[in-house]
């Protein structure tokens, strides 16, 4: 089970699986996030804050 506050790099996430959750993102949430605000936002807690204020 993953956290809201767990690293994705920690979980053993690298590069390339991040760019496929990139995709996986951009067709759920139908808007692109660019790859290097996930490598800055590596939590689910991160990168909710992140898209609140980056609303379309």
């Not at 790099?9 to 990139?22: E, Y």
């Not at 067709?27 to 590596?42: T, V």
């Not at 804050?49 to 379309?56: C, K």
């Amino acid at each position: 089970e993953v956290g809201v506050h767990d690293n994705f790099f920690d979980l053993g996430g690298q590069s390339l699986l991040l760019v496929r959750v990139q995709a996986r993102l951009a067709k759920r949430l139908n808007r692109d996030i660019p790859i290097l605000e996930l490598f800055r936002r590596p939590t689910i807690h991160a990168l909710a804050a992140y898209l609140s204020q980056e609303s379309p």
